[in-house]
Structures are given as structure tokens and as C-alpha cells.
């Protein structure tokens, strides 16, 4: 039996970031996950300004430009149309997440996190979890980073996801050619969207949205990736839940947290869910430092991540704006005609501006035409 004050289930950036916040304050803790280090993760490893900026706080660290590819040529498209094509205004910067995630987890392991890797989950009471090698872990505390099919989730609410409002996303990497833009294709997916972006040595396609508006999604990715000349028996194509559109409004009871994805925070619009991950993560690790006893733990936290539910709270609402089928006309012809909103969507796209800067965006474009 080994005992821990805060055991953090789950290694990936949410975790990772849990880990370092609690190291750098001498807390101890343990990270458990079933996976070992590097491992793969699926996603279009869009990264964030914002998210480099809680990399630099969380982390201590400045990107490591061996694993960041940025591009300032991009195309906003619709249904294979180019509406808008970008150049050298906007950088998107992209990571792989196999590399990015070990580099997050070894900084906490630097920073003396303890870990233990290749083990799960498997059980889960008040105060203890029992892994899949059957050891048991007492914890006064648990951080539950666990991802989108959370075991911590399902522990406490007995089930991690709702099926009927979660998004769902079918990826490829394929091999990279000369000139390869950064494309986004508002038209390759329903309340969701299309992507290609280009990595240093592969380019990432996708499609993804709601799952409940996209039952043809293996259809719709294979159109996609014809559009690019790929042949999908040249690729593995590989699936997973997205947890956004309906974040959990109570991540957590009492001496127990649920960060990231396994509390569903992903933007439902852009799919950023790397930088909240990372921010809630270190959220949980200052709640844990300031609560008085463990069962305050929670009511602690959701003071800390007020800030990530109203910004996941204006997404939801833009999406009405940007998503249905009758607005895509309207959508198609501001985003062709005007820089101001492409540029704007762009922008939040790279975390330099939040949902609430936008209707500032739309007065000037009514008010000053451009
Ligand atoms: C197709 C797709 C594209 C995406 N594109 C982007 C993008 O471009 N940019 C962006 O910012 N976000 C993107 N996202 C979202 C992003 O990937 C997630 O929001 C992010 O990974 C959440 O981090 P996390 O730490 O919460 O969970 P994860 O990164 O999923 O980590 C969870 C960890 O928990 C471990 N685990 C699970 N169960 C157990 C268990 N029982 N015991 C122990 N360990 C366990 C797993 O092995 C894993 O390492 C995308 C997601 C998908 C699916």
C-alpha cells in the first residue's frame, strides 16, 4: 500500500501541469498513467499563444522550437472553396503531441514529481485507487486528468461523457508536400470543421464536429483527404471523442477534481483543449495549496476556474453564430469579402484574442465597412 497527499490520475498536459504547479510548492505528489512515456496522443496540435504563454508560467519553460512548426500562410475554406487566403498576418504554431506531452512530463519529473507509468486506474473509492497491477494507492486528494473517457468522471457522475452533445474527430498523418498551407474547411464537417495542418516532417487531416450531427464522419474524412490527394489505404485513420460543447459544470465533489478533457474543457468552436488543459491543471495544484482540509478542495477550485467556464460559456454561444446550415451563405460572404473577421477568427484561432473581443469585431465591420 503506498499512500500520497495528491495523486494525479492521467499524465498528459493536464496532469503534467497539476504535477509541476504542486512540485515547484514542495507538495507531494504522484502521477499515475496507463500509458508510457512518449506516447501518442490524437490531435491537431494547434498550439495556442496563449497556451506558449501558460507553458512559460505552469512549466518554467520557453517553447523548444525542435518541437514547434509555425506556418502564416492560411486558407479559410468552405466546402474545398478557398474564402479567405492568409498570408504572413497570423502564425499558427503546431506541435506533435507525442513529443510535446513527454517534454511537459519529464519538466514535472525534473521538478520532483514522483510517477508511475505504464500502470491504470482501475478502481476508485473516497480515498483510494487500486491499479490495474493491483496496487493500492491511499491519496488525500485526487486530480482526475484522465482525458475525455475519464474513469475518474465515470466514478463520480457514472458516466465520462454525454454521447448525445459530445464531438468526435477521425485524424491521419500523411506524408508532408512542398508549400503545404495551414487550411481550415468550415464545410467539411457539420458544427465542426475541417483541418490540415502541416507538421515538420507530416501534415496532420482531420475532420471533426458534433458526433450526433456527423454520422457520416468516416465518409466525410475520406472526402477530405481526396480533396488533398491523399489515398486513404496509405494511412492509418484513428478516431476519438471530443469533449466540447457541454463542459461539466461541477468538474468534481469534495476532495476529488476533474481537469482538461475529463471536465470537458475544449473549445467548441477552435477545439483548443491543450491550453485549458494545462490552466485547470494548474488550477486543481492552487486549490489543492490553499483548501484548509481536502473536502474543501473543490468549492476551491471552482473559484479557480471561473475564468475557463465564462470563456467556454461565450464559445457556446458564437457557435450558434457560425455553425448552423442557414448561416453558412452569410458566414461564406462576410468571410470572403472582409480581413476584419477572417483576421479576427484567425485571431482567436492562435489565442491572441477571446470570444469577447469579437463583437467589437462585428460593430466595426457594420460601422466601417471593412
Ligand atoms: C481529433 C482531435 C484533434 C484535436 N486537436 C486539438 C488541437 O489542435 N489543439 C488543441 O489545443 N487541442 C486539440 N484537441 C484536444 C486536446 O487533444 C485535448 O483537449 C487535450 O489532450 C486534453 O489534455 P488532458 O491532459 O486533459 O488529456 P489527455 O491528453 O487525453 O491525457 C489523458 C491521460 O490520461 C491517461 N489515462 C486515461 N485513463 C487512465 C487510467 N485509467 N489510468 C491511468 N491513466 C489513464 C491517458 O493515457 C493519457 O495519457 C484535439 C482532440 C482531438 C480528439
Same mark, same amino acid.
Given at each position: 500500500?503506498i499512500?500520497?497527499?495528491?495523486?494525479?490520475?492521467?499524465?498528459?498536459?493536464?496532469?503534467?501541469?497539476?504535477?509541476?504547479?504542486?512540485?515547484?510548492?514542495?507538495?507531494?505528489?504522484?502521477?499515475?498513467?496507463?500509458?508510457?512515456?512518449?506516447r501518442?496522443?490524437?490531435?491537431?496540435?494547434?498550439v495556442?499563444?496563449?497556451?506558449?504563454k501558460?507553458?512559460?508560467?505552469?512549466?518554467?519553460?520557453?517553447?523548444?522550437?525542435?518541437?514547434?512548426?509555425s506556418?502564416?500562410?492560411?486558407?479559410?475554406?468552405?466546402?474545398d472553396?478557398?474564402?479567405?487566403?492568409?498570408?504572413?498576418?497570423t502564425?499558427?504554431?503546431?506541435?506533435m503531441?507525442?513529443?510535446?506531452?513527454?517534454?511537459?512530463?519529464q519538466?514535472?519529473?525534473?521538478?520532483?514529481?514522483?510517477?508511475?507509468?505504464?500502470?491504470?486506474?482501475a478502481?476508485i473509492?473516497?480515498?483510494?485507487?487500486?491499479?490495474?497491477d493491483?496496487?493500492?494507492?491511499?491519496?488525500?486528494?485526487?486530480?482526475?486528468?484522465?482525458?475525455?473517457?475519464?474513469g475518474?468522471?465515470?466514478?463520480?457522475?457514472?458516466?465520462?461523457?454525454?454521447?448525445?452533445?459530445?464531438?468526435?474527430?477521425?485524424?491521419?498523418e500523411?506524408?508532408l508536400?512542398?508549400?503545404?498551407?495551414? &487550411?481550415?474547411?468550415?464545410? %467539411?464537417?457539420n458544427? @465542426?470543421?475541417?483541418? =490540415?495542418?502541416?507538421?515538420? +516532417? $507530416?501534415i *496532420?487531416?482531420?475532420?471533426?464536429?458534433?458526433?450526433?450531427?456527423?454520422?457520416?464522419?468516416?465518409?466525410?474524412?475520406?472526402?477530405?483527404?481526396?480533396?488533398?490527394?491523399?489515398?486513404?489505404?496509405?494511412?492509418?485513420?484513428?478516431?476519438?471523442?471530443?469533449?466540447?460543447?457541454?463542459?461539466?459544470?461541477?468538474p468534481?465533489?469534495?476532495n476529488i477534481v476533474?481537469?482538461?478533457?475529463?471536465?470537458?474543457?475544449v473549445?467548441?468552436?477552435?477545439? &483548443?483543449?491543450?491550453?485549458? %488543459?494545462?490552466q485547470? @491543471?494548474a488550477?486543481? =495544484?492552487?486549490?489543492?495549496? +490553499? $483548501?484548509? *482540509?481536502?473536502?474543501?478542495?473543490?468549492?476551491i477550485?471552482?473559484?479557480?476556474?471561473?475564468?475557463?467556464?465564462?470563456?467556454?460559456?461565450?464559445?457556446?454561444?458564437?457557435?450558434?453564430?457560425?455553425?448552423?446550415?442557414?448561416?453558412?451563405?452569410?458566414?461564406?460572404k462576410?468571410f470572403?469579402?472582409?480581413?476584419?473577421?477572417s483576421?479576427?477568427?484567425?485571431?482567436?484561432?492562435a489565442?491572441?484574442?477571446?470570444?469577447?473581443?469579437?463583437?467589437?469585431?462585428?460593430?466595426?465591420?457594420?460601422?466601417m465597412?471593412?
Amino acid at each position: 500500500m503506498i499512500h500520497t497527499p495528491v495523486l494525479i490520475v492521467g499524465a498528459g498536459p493536464a496532469g503534467a501541469a497539476a504535477a509541476a504547479t504542486l512540485a515547484r510548492a514542495d507538495v507531494e505528489c504522484l502521477i499515475v498513467d496507463k500509458a508510457t512515456f512518449p506516447r501518442d496522443k490524437l490531435c491537431g496540435g494547434l498550439v495556442t499563444e496563449r497556451c506558449m504563454k501558460l507553458v512559460r508560467t505552469v512549466f518554467n519553460l520557453d517553447f523548444d522550437p525542435a518541437i514547434l512548426n509555425s506556418s502564416s500562410d492560411i486558407k479559410l475554406m468552405m466546402n474545398d472553396t478557398v474564402m479567405t487566403h492568409v498570408v504572413d498576418q497570423t502564425v499558427l504554431n503546431f506541435t506533435m503531441r507525442r513529443d510535446f506531452d513527454h517534454w511537459l512530463l519529464q519538466k514535472a519529473i525534473d521538478l520532483g514529481a514522483n510517477i508511475r507509468l505504464g500502470v491504470g486506474v482501475a478502481k476508485i473509492e473516497k480515498t483510494q485507487v487500486v491499479l490495474s497491477d493491483e496496487t493500492v494507492i491511499q491519496f488525500d486528494t485526487l486530480i482526475g486528468c484522465d482525458g475525455v473517457n475519464s474513469g475518474v468522471a465515470r466514478h463520480l457522475f457514472s458516466q465520462s461523457f454525454d454521447p448525445k452533445t459530445i464531438g468526435f474527430g477521425l485524424e491521419v498523418e500523411a506524408p508532408l508536400r512542398d508549400g503545404q498551407s495551414v &487550411e481550415i474547411d468550415f464545410g %467539411a464537417a457539420n458544427w @465542426g470543421y475541417g483541418w =490540415a495542418f502541416p507538421k515538420k +516532417k $507530416s501534415i *496532420t487531416i482531420g475532420v471533426g464536429g458534433v458526433h450526433a450531427k456527423n454520422p457520416n464522419m468516416k465518409v466525410r474524412l475520406k472526402e477530405y483527404l481526396a480533396a488533398h490527394g491523399v489515398d486513404p489505404k496509405d494511412c492509418k485513420i484513428k478516431g476519438q471523442y471530443i469533449p466540447f460543447g457541454d463542459y461539466r459544470r461541477m468538474p468534481g465533489r469534495d476532495n476529488i477534481v476533474l481537469c482538461g478533457d475529463a471536465a470537458g474543457m475544449v473549445d467548441p468552436i477552435t477545439g &483548443e483543449g491543450i491550453g485549458y %488543459a494545462i490552466q485547470s @491543471g494548474a488550477s486543481a =495544484a492552487r486549490a489543492v495549496m +490553499k $483548501s484548509s *482540509t481536502c473536502d474543501d478542495t473543490f468549492k476551491i477550485y471552482r473559484r479557480e476556474i471561473a475564468e475557463i467556464h465564462d470563456d467556454l460559456k461565450r464559445a457556446n454561444l458564437w457557435r450558434h453564430v457560425i455553425f448552423p446550415r442557414a448561416i453558412r451563405p452569410l458566414f461564406t460572404k462576410f468571410f470572403g469579402e472582409t480581413g476584419t473577421l477572417s483576421r479576427g477568427y484567425l485571431d482567436v484561432m492562435a489565442g491572441r484574442l477571446n470570444y469577447s473581443d469579437l463583437p467589437k469585431l462585428l460593430l466595426k465591420r457594420i460601422f466601417m465597412r471593412r
